[in-house]
């Protein structure tokens, strides 16, 4: 179960066990819709139904939100209040105006409700008390916010805050496709964005192109940042980092692939959670350095 992406908070204060925490978000669980309801927000099991919704791998702790929303298309009540519309103008003898529109649209609303269809999604955080990290598996700052609003609500005395580093990670990312080093933790891929900073913004997308040609230089002495760019690190876990400080398309390698092919454990959902939070922290810290360091830390 390794994240895809990573938003990525640093702890400034977190005093909550893993036995304390699973009361907390019990008092919070997911239920079904309502059938007024458009939208519930709770927390549920990270690996399956009727477990605990904290898990646990030594002190690195899982949790997860679950989001159920009914699927009602503007076009669908459009439709049927066209219909509604079409009647009431048939006994009044006009057509209903725009205020009544608006009342017919929500008489609608009110009776599809409870006969839509509702979807679930899960949004994932990884707790990491011992380096102080916490990362959710979103390049949705939205579903970031939403996973946060409800665990203030749920625990007390939790406070994060987005990493920042002294080098912006555009400056950074710039400079090293110009051709300054590259730290010895991470080497640059085939993948990156460069964006002018006019008004037009223009951008310049590379996939699968070698990033050492004159032609990327060309377009940095122009003055284009990189605002995308695909690395490794190590050689164990390719990603993408983005000038907002997020991991995108983060990718286990043949390294890591073979530390968990040969896993003698047939959970392999804790196999993959004990490779991940064993090696994200190496690779967090790596970048932080290659970033400058962090920095407004409390």
């Known amino acids: 179960m390794w994240f895809k992406n990573l938003q990525i908070y640093r702890i400034i204060h977190w005093n909550t066990f893993p036995a304390e925490l699973e009361v907390a978000l019990s008092k919070h669980t997911l239920h079904s819709c309502l059938s007024m309801e458009i939208q519930s927000r709770g927390w549920v099991s990270p690996k399956a139904d009727n477990e605990p919704l904290v898990h646990t791998l030594g002190q690195q702790m899982l949790i997860v939100l679950g989001v159920e929303k009914k699927l009602l298309p503007v076009s669908v009540i459009n439709q049927f209040a066209k ?3 079409a009647e009431i103008e048939e006994q009044q ?20 409700l409870p006969r839509a269809f509702a979807l679930r999604r899960k949004t994932y955080a990884w707790i990491d008390p011992v380096n102080r990290w916490f990362v959710i598996d979103t390049s949705n ?8 609003e409800l665990l203030h609500r749920s625990i007390e005395g939790c406070s994060l805050a987005l990493v920042k580093t002294a080098k912006s990670p555009a400056s950074a990312m710039t400079a090293w496709l110009a051709g300054d080093d590259v730290p010895a933790s991470l080497s640059i891929d085939r993948d990156c964005e460069l964006c002018g900073t006019g008004d037009e913004k223009a951008t310049v997308r590379y996939v699968r192109h070698a990033l050492d040609s004159a032609e990327i230089i060309r377009h940095v002495k122009e003055g284009k940042k990189a605002t995308r760019l695909a690395m490794t690190w190590r050689d164990k876990i ?11 398309r983060i990718a286990a390698l043949d390294f890591i692939e073979e530390q968990i092919n040969s896993s003698e454990s047939e959970d392999t ?3 993959d959670f004990a490779i991940m939070t064993g090696e994200l922290p190496h690779l967090l810290a790596d970048l932080m350095e290659a970033l400058g360091g962090e920095y407004n830390l409390k």
């Open 269 to 271: 959902f804790d196999t």
């Open 238 to 248: 390719s990603f993408t980092l983005n000038e907002n400080m997020q991991l995108k």
């Open 83 to 85: 219909l509604r519309a």
């Open 93 to 112: 003898g006009y057509k209903p105006g725009r205020k009544q529109m608006k009342e017919i649209k929500e008489f609608v609303t009110d009776e599809l």
């Open 141 to 148: 700052a939205a579903k970031a916010d939403e996973l946060i």
